[in-house]
């Protein structure tokens, strides 16, 4: 009786496989907790979601332009980061402006990711013809430096959030294509796939059913430090000019603003940039800590 | 080798078409043209309709854009559309500060990276290891522009020993090398640390170890020859984003270099040096790519032997059969 419904619940988990992925998932979040630097990014970014659910709440768009103060104070205790030329409190720009970094970089490799393991599936499953044409486009988008593409679009669309976040998207997906490609071609030939196809299942159901997931964990790995290059991209951006509009406090445009005035009031553009070097910083030492995790050559 | 090296440039041209046409299209359909920058109050319609049709305005983009590759087929890439000097002379003027840059980064994240990661390597697990793994990661992280800035505040504002900007005298060159080389520093060191671990794990140490070779040889000889390659990926790969990344390095310093004047040319919408700048860049960096790949030829001899024609290794198995 209990055998039974054991298989039952195998069967309603579909092939078995949903109580087994909990228990990779288990293994892989218990690496990542014994390695310190994964913890401490992780952490960081704990605090990065809840400065943005503060300034959601606490912070509105009127706060961060309000002119009352003197401009150019530096930093007190009633103005922790200074105040700007105009007289703006840069704290509360800066904790205002997380939003837009972290949804840039999220949001921009999430979509990256998500076109890129497409293309990249589809061309490694099907090779030939399909594969040569995909990966030949891939070649030619990723021979432009990022950079440049990513300000001929924003040029192009004109400066906005979302256009900010297509212009970092694009050259991402030639990565995410590659890599899926490389590990859709190192499973292809598995037997599991073979048997897959033996039993009809449909090349769309195979790929993205049995190929894609076991070729997952570099896809994951890459996602995170890509979120981190992401954020650098659209700061450098914002930077040069290329970002979302004024007066909008995106840390890139931030640090870009205090740039003439870094003789005199040097931490309008320290500050924010302290704060972009630690996100990427959270996502590169979350990475590490995943490539870690995942990696079955250093388990156990 | 020899074919594979002429295929690869080869399909530099198609690549050429379609970034050109990519780019000119794409800056052609930007709102706002050249001529509404030179637009003044006092201009009558019928001046403002002579500039158009001076810059072809009044007839379709695919018209522009074929001139423009007419041109590009007889290795002209035109004119500014604002300053009117040669796209093709001014981006030779500016490209060797370009080069400094890069070069000079390169050099000195090597000098610095590949002992770090080497050392780092040998020592793993100790403070020192971790301490320059945290130099690594930090190195990584930072905004170029931003490490730009903080470099200009310290050392041009604050000690004042170099200029603020500019390209004049060698010194103004210190600042942009340092902040090109971080992250190529950065990722060459942490590069160079795993592929030493992973050789320094490998049983032909032990038996270089075994047979008595000595230590500073097992290190030099023997898992630093096999662990170039990564290593030579590492530095190309960086090598080639410096150069794109130079438009952010070189905005900071307000140097003279290519990347610089695309960023300008595109913020002024200048399609033409805009173009012929980014189609330049491209190429420099497909071609560095090449060189790249090319040379792990030459470290590696099992890649070597890929490269070698058919017939060769028939001869070579006739001659081993």
């Known amino acids: 009786m209990s055998k039974d419904t054991v298989t039952m619940k195998n069967r309603s988990g579909g092939k078995g496989s949903g109580k087994k992925a909990r228990s990779r998932a288990g293994e892989i979040w218990h690496s990542i907790r014994r390695n310190k630097g994964a913890m401490l990014g992780l952490i960081f970014l704990c605090i990065l979601i809840l400065i943005i659910i503060y300034s959601l709440l606490f912070i509105s768009f009127e706060d961060i332009m309000s002119m009352d103060n003197e401009s150019m104070l530096p930093p007190s205790r009633e103005h922790p980061f200074g105040t700007d030329d105009m007289g703006r409190d840069l704290f509360k720009r800066v904790l205002y402006g997380t939003r837009y970094s972290l949804v840039i970089g999220v949001v921009a490799v999430g979509a990256a990711m998500i076109i890129g393991v497409i293309v990249g599936a589809v061309a490694g499953y099907f090779g030939g013809r399909v594969d040569n044409l995909l990966m030949r486009a891939n070649d030619i988008i990723s021979s432009i430096p990022s950079i440049l593409l990513g300000m001929v679009i924003v040029t192009v669309l004109g400066q906005s959030l979302r256009n900010l976040i297509i212009a970092v998207a694009v050259p991402s997906i030639c990565v995410f294509a590659r890599i899926t490609r490389a590990s859709v071609l190192t499973v292809r030939g598995q ?28 896809i994951i790995v890459t996602a995170t430090t890509m979120i981190g290059n992401a954020i650098t991209v659209a700061a450098s951006l914002s930077f040069l000019g290329f970002g979302v509009p004024l007066p909008t406090p995106e840390w890139g445009a931030l640090v870009s603003g205090g740039r003439s005035l870094i003789k005199i009031a040097p931490y309008l553009s320290t500050f924010p940039g302290l704060f972009i070097m630690a996100t990427v910083l959270a996502f590169n030492i979350m990475g590490d800590g995943l490539r870690d995790a995942l990696d079955p050559k250093l388990k156990r | 080798m020899k074919k594979y090296i002429f295929k690869r440039i080869l399909w530099l041209i198609p690549s050429i078409i379609i970034v050109s046409f990519l780019v000119f299209y794409l800056m052609d359909l930007a709102p706002g043209t050249i001529v509404d920058q030179m637009i003044s109050g006092d201009m009558t319609q019928e001046e403002i309709d002579q500039l158009y049709r001076q810059y072809d305005l009044d007839k379709p983009v695919i018209y522009r854009y074929g001139k423009y590759m007419l041109g590009l087929l007889k290795g002209d890439l035109g004119k500014s559309q604002i300053s009117g000097v040669s796209v093709w002379r001014e981006f030779i003027k500016r490209f060797p500060n370009t080069l400094i840059l890069s070069i000079g980064g390169l050099i000195v994240a090597s000098i610095i990276a590949i002992p770090l990661g080497i050392f780092a390597a040998k020592h793993a697990g100790s403070i020192w290891d971790n301490l320059s793994t945290t130099f690594t990661l930090f190195g990584m992280s930072m905004p170029g522009f931003w490490l730009g800035l903080l470099l200009i505040l310290w050392f041009a504002y604050r000690i004042r020993i170099f200029p603020v900007g500019g390209a004049s005298s060698l010194k103004s060159f210190v600042l942009p090398i340092i902040s090109t080389s971080l992250v190529m520093m950065a990722t060459t060191a942490r590069q160079t640390r795993s592929s030493m671990l992973d050789n ?41 984003r410096t150069l794109a990344g130079s438009a952010v390095i070189e905005t900071v310093y307000s140097f003279p270099g290519v990347g610089k004047l695309t960023v300008d040319a595109v913020t002024n919408r200048d399609v033409t040096m805009a173009t012929g700048c980014i189609i330049l860049t491209t190429i420099i960096y497909v071609l560095m790519l090449l060189l790249v790949d090319v040379m792990y030829a030459f470290v590696d001899p099992r890649i070597k032997a890929q490269y070698a024609s058919g017939s060769r290794r028939r001869k070579k198995g006739q001659v081993a059969g």
Do not use: C, Q
């Not at chain 1, 769309?204 to 049995?210: A, C, G, M, Q, T």
């Open chain 1, 191 to 218: 037997e599991y796939v073979e048997a897959a196809k033996a039993i009809g299942m449909s090349n769309l159901r195979i790929i993205f059913s049995e190929v894609v997931p076991n070729g997952l964990s570099p």
């Open chain 2, 200 to 240: 320094l794990r490998a049983d032909y140490l032990r038996t270089a170890r075994a047979k008595g070779v000595a230590e500073r040889d097992v290190i030099n000889k023997h898992a630093l020859k096999n662990a170039w390659i990564p290593i030579i990926t590492s530095i190309g790969a960086g090598l080639s």
